[in-house]
């Protein structure tokens, strides 16, 4: 061990930071997996009991294909300008951002009112979670991305006051990526409950 | 001491048996030589293991007084050597692979025993906390009570009309678990005669330790008798009977029943199920546990 | 309105208190004593400490010892259970019906289990995690510091749940995995899986983070020099071992949820009726709790690949293959959770491939003991106490081994499934492997955290009354399953012929709990015997990694200077070279305290409580505070402090090297 390599250790506060972004973004990374394992387990359960109506109706008759793809197309355009506010972000475009990140709050927000409505149309018909197997799995899939949609947006709301107030700061820029990782993941995840739950449940 | 122990030990097993390596069935006697064959092939690995682990803990011992032992700090690692081990626990997990892939197929519950004599049908069910047995075509049943002839292979279905349990003889053999809304089977058969224990081998509240029951291996003479007898018994079990019996119960004595309802087996499994899925269910496809 | 005030409380009212003798004594023992604590602390004026230098405290050293002491306690609570079924199975015959009732009998084996593993295995193991990781890779602290306590307290959270069902309530009475339809609402009405449901759920999340916290510490944050095959093996084990956490807790935790849904909201997840499938229950909670099994037993086999070197003063034999054997029964230990339920009535190929996988995995477990063997071939080996639990260890878990090979032959599991041989078999995996592994750790690694080593010869009497009372312990249950003996039973008739088998078992646990007597006296006698048993070089066993080269106790720090590794054994070589010139100190940043962890530990605690007891509003307004937290928090960076190079002086001009 000589001498050089030993004061090379130190680094500049500059190179600290960096290191801290890497580690939280990796750490980040991590997370997102364990969530994916997560979701894996409710697919999984969803598709062992996707045939358990006992008696009930199944997807064919409850899910209407227009609505989900309006769903789904509004989620899509809210991944799009979320990941237009994250180049803004890089390029420290502070209302930019704003914009974009607000456009991206409210496509959310319509696509968690739609789900809420399709949800509340269905307990009112007598289909809630109660009525089968089948429900059950499907209430809680589709209501754990709603619920992981929900925790976006409110991260989404506190970090455009943040912006607004203290500007796109190391922090905030950190926790802007996390952010979007975040709403990309749930997009990606969205695609497989359209294919998996809406899709599969008409047509097969 | 050590002869202390020993003659305890030999006094204890000469008056109980160990019916999982004393079997009084045929799969048991299969399974029993299973056991025997898997601790031979796991004697190649252990006793070497444990013999270099007292050679090396003497040998290599800080203070050992002869220091004649060799000592290589910084010796850490042999190709050849660590091949070595990787190579003969994986040779006898191979033999060993092969002999579980063959007994898998060979004893697995659901495949019927072959035998020139025609089986005997026996129906179980699992209740809060008590064994019923109901033999279908004998139209009798009884409870906390099993009896079988001899000799015959014994085709059980098994199911529950409450929690999961676990249908156990252990001097016949395997034991399979009973669900509610579906049913199990085990195939086994009595090679002795004799009184076994048996019991719910997976807790299922507060009366489990209560669901135990005799199982009485007997010759097919004594067993026809034994039907005839019990086709005579007061109690029929009809449908409020059996809703009676179903109602949970610690400690159940035995008790038995002629002019069995029949279907009310699969009755029992139906109404876990939809209306709509009742009639398409076909409940005794060989190997449909669901 | 006084249903209405009555509502507010859900399902919580007078009758929840204890009402049988024997969880009448344990709910009052259990607050006298904290009472008791709390007096002391009062007394000498101690709170203000208290909060400061451990409550709050987010250095990995101090959150280890946490976790140790809590550890500890536990495995005092769960010794209890388990000294009860002994009584119990060996009184409980024919006519007798022994000291409790089988209602209390079923929540005893029921939380014995669920402390042994979550609170016992789980919280030794990240005990260890946290002393010894960061110094063993050269890190000052771990990557997130304010995440790391606040794993901790969910942790503490969870085991405060599990332990107020005794004074509030009752425990569940399902047994340690709680199969439906018994946990189902039907079956199990009271609150007793609720608070097996809600004490899992948070300790689960709290080892979730920590798995991430700790995976990402190895990956981004070891010393120099130190690239993955440079890393000492315990490293290499934790890593592997928290791979299969970050894997299999998110099944646990939908799992859990799940059946709390069927529970809470009349959901048909696991229900007989109604479309639900119990079946798959068993498959979830297996695909989670087989990880589980190995999640536990490869950091003691990384303790023992420290302890082995160590002692016997040579490298570590086959670190390659060491290395490839972790990661193969990471690997492996994913696609064997079938052979919990072959008796489930799966097809025979199915079976057969799960029993060969499992019977796979002696192999690398195989290689790993014959590589301890050749490390203390040619050694100069010490056998102090951590080594005579290796010895214990290699005895015992060979056996062991055997039996579970046995058992991973379908047609001999349908045989012993659910038997006491399953029993013996099980116990003898996770006591002999993974507690007589962190037993081994903590007395080897006592004195680079404490200062002073533990006692020699109280510590060697301790391994052997332990080794000797497990033989006794569990032999008999070996047999006693191939007599047809099942787990969990409250009595039994005479005629079965048990009754001496299980009182000898009984003797067994009695010869255990005189070992760990004497491990509480090791610990009194260390205490007041600790000037003679100082360690003032930092090194006491001459050993090999990077924690020995720093001072006993380490600094807050860590390192003065981060250490630069050129090889394995990184501390060995160092200190067999020439010594390094004196270097310059520079002032170090160093994460603050916080009362982030004491909150969320609060908080999930408000949360769990309010969902077992119906209590919706407070489960709302524990969520609630919750997120508020949160969102004022996560506005700042974790707020750190300066360490002058002048205080780091000082603080190495102390230390004295031997």
Not at chain 1, 148 to 174: C, D, E, F, P, Q
Request: proline share 5%; charged share 10%; with cysteine.
């Amino acid at each position: 061990m000589n001498e050089g390599t030993a004061s090379s250790l130190r680094l500049t506060p500059k190179q600290q930071r960096r290191e801290a972004d890497d580690k939280t973004v990796f750490g980040f990374w991590l997370y997102l997996m364990t969530d994916c394992v997560l979701f894996g387990s409710l697919f999984a359960t969803f598709v062992v009991l996707r045939n358990n109506t006992f008696g009930g109706p199944g997807g064919e008759t409850l899910f209407s294909l227009n609505f989900v793809l309006a769903e789904t197309l509004i989620l899509l355009t809210s991944s799009f300008t979320c990941g237009l506010g994250i180049l803004a972000a890089r390029r420290g475009q502070k209302n930019l951002v704003l914009w974009l990140f607000g456009i991206t709050f409210l496509l959310g927000l319509a696509f968690i009112g739609l789900e809420l409505h399709e949800f509340n149309h269905l307990y009112n018909d007598g289909d809630s979670w109660r009525r089968s197997g089948f429900l059950s799995a499907f209430f809680t899939l589709v209501g754990t991305h709603g619920l992981h949609i929900s925790t976006g947006l409110l991260w989404m709301g506190t970090m455009m006051v943040r912006v607004k107030k203290a500007g796109l700061s190391r922090l905030n820029v950190r926790q802007l990526t996390m952010l979007s990782l975040f709403w990309h993941f749930l997009d990606i995840v969205w695609i497989f409950i359209f294919t998996v739950v809406y899709l599969f449940g008409v047509v097969l | 001491m050590v002869v202390g122990l020993l003659a305890a030990a030999v006094w204890y097993f000469h008056g109980h048996t160990v019916p999982v390596l004393e079997p009084s069935g045929t799969v048991g006697h299969k399974e029993r030589n299973l056991i025997i064959v898997g601790l031979l092939l796991a004697v190649l690995v252990v006793v070497p293991v444990y013999a270099m682990t007292i050679f090396i803990s003497l040998k290599y011992r800080e203070g050992n007084p002869k220091h004649k032992a060799k000592y290589s700090p910084d010796w850490d690692g042999d190709r050849r050597l660590e091949l070595t081990w990787w190579a003969i626990p994986g040779i006898i997990i191979l033999v060993l692979s092969v002999i579980t892939w063959n007994s898998s197929h060979a004893l697995d519950p659901f495949k019927p025993l072959v035998s020139d004599k025609p089986a005997l049908s026996i129906q179980v069910v699992s209740l809060d906390w008590k064994w019923l047995f109901i033999y279908p075509t004998q139209g009798i049943a009884s409870v906390n009570y099993l009896r079988v002839p001899v000799g015959v292979p014994l085709n059980f279905e098994v199911t529950s009309d409450s929690v999961m349990n676990s249908f156990w003889v252990p001097a016949l053999g395997s034991q399979i678990y009973a669900m509610p809304g579906m049913s199990t089977q085990v195939h086994l058969m009595a090679s002795k005669a004799g009184g076994f224990y048996g019991s719910s081998a997976n807790i299922s509240g507060a009366g489990f330790a209560g669901m135990h029951f005799t199982t009485q291996a007997v010759s097919q003479s004594q067993f026809s008798g034994w039907v005839k007898q019990r086709q005579q018994s007061p109690q029929p079990l009809s449908q409020s009977a059996y809703d009676g019996l179903a109602t949970p119960t610690l400690n159940n004595p035995v008790a038995f029943y002629s002019h069995v309802k029949p279907g009310i087996f699969d009755d029992i499994i139906l109404k876990y199920l939809p209306p709509s899925d009742r009639e398409a269910a076909n409940l005794h496809i060989p190997g449909a546990s669901i | 309105m006084i249903s209405a005030i009555a509502g507010l409380f859900g399902r919580l009212n007078g009758t929840a208190l204890p009402h049988e003798p024997v969880t009448q004594g344990g709910a009052v023992l259990m607050v006298l004593s904290l009472l008791a604590v709390a007096a002391i602390l009062t007394y000498f004026k101690r709170w203000k400490w208290l909060w400061k230098e451990w409550l709050t405290s987010v250095d990995p050293k101090k959150i280890g010892v946490m976790y140790i002491v809590i550890a500890l306690l536990m495995l005092a609570r769960g010794a209890a259970d388990a000294v009860m079924m002994r009584i119990q199975q060996a009184t409980s015959v024919g006519a007798h019906h022994g000291i409790i009732s089988s209602d209390t009998f079923q929540q005893v084996f029921s939380a014995h289990g669920t402390i042994m593993i979550f609170f016992v295995g789980m919280g030794l193991m990240f005990g260890l995690i946290n002393l010894v990781v960061p110094l063993q890779i050269g890190a000052r602290d771990v990557a997130f510091p304010t995440l790391n306590a606040i794993s901790f307290w969910l942790f503490a959270s969870g085991m405060v749940l599990v332990n107020l069902s005794l004074v509030v309530g009752e425990f569940s009475a399902a047994g340690w995995l709680a199969y439906p339809p018994l946990s189902e609402l039907k079956f199990s009405p009271g609150v007793g899986v609720d608070y097996w449901i809600w004490s899992l759920e948070v300790a689960g999340i709290g080892s979730l983070l920590s798995a991430i916290n700790f995976i990402t510490t190895i990956i981004k944050m070891r010393a120099p020099g130190m690239n993955l095959m440079k890393m000492p093996m315990f490293v290499w084990s934790v890593l592997g071992s928290l791979s299969l956490v970050a894997f299999a807790f998110p099944i646990l935790t939908v799992t859990l949820t799940l059946l709390f849904l069927d529970r809470a909201l009349g959901m048909h997840f696991f229900t007989a009726i109604g479309g639900g499938n119990p079946m798959m229950y068993v498959n979830l909670i297996w695909a989670w709790g087989h990880p589980e099994v190995y999640i536990l037993v490869l950091p003691a086999f990384g303790v023992f690949s420290e302890i082995v070197p160590a002692y016997s003063r040579k490298a570590l034999f086959g670190y390659t293959s060491m290395v490839w054997a972790i990661w193969a029964i990471v690997l492996l230990s994913f696609l064997v959770w079938l052979h919990h339920f072959f008796t489930m009535g799966a097809g025979a190929n199915v079976n057969a491939f799960f029993g060969i996988m499992t019977m796979l995995i002696a192999v690398p477990t195989g290689v790993k003991i014959f590589n301890w063997l050749f490390t203390m071939y040619r050694g100069r080996v010490h056998f102090a106490s951590p080594m005579i639990w290796f010895l214990g260890f290699v005895f015992l878990f060979t056996m062991g081994g055997v039996a579970g090979v046995l058992m991973a032959v379908p047609a001999i599991d349908f045989q012993v499934h659910n038997s006491l041989f399953l029993v013996a078999h099980f116990h003898t995996m996770i006591v002999t492997g993974v507690v007589f592994g962190f037993f081994a750790g903590i007395t080897y690694w006592f004195p680079k955290f404490v200062g002073f080593k533990l006692h020699e010869g109280l510590g060697k009497l301790a391994a052997k009354l332990w080794i000797v009372g497990f033989v006794l312990a569990f032999g008999p249950l070996y047999i006693l399953g191939l007599m047809g003996a099942t787990r969990r039973l409250d009595h039994y008739d005479p005629s079965t012929g048990w009754q001496p088998l299980f009182i000898i078992a009984g003797i067994g646990v009695a010869i255990i709990v005189a070992g760990a007597a004497v491990q509480i006296l090791q610990l009194v006698v260390s205490i007041i015997q600790r000037n003679e048993n100082l360690d003032n070089t930092g090194d006491i066993w001459n050993a090999r990694s990077l924690e020995w080269s720093t001072a006993s106790p380490p600094p807050h720090y860590n390192f003065a200077h981060v250490p630069v590794v050129q090889s394995r054994d990184a501390w060995w070589v160092q200190k067999r070279g020439k010594k390094p010139q004196s270097q310059p100190y520079h002032s170090i940043k160093a994460p603050n305290n916080t009362a982030s962890g004491v909150l969320a530990g609060a908080f999930s605690f408000v949360i769990g409580f309010g969902a077992i007891w119906h209590i919706w509003w407070l489960f709302g307004a524990g969520f609630l505070a919750t997120i508020l937290t949160v969102i004022i928090r996560s506005s700042s960076e974790d707020n750190e402090h300066t360490i002058s190079a002048k205080e780091i002086a000082a603080i190495e001009g102390q230390r004295s090297y031997a």
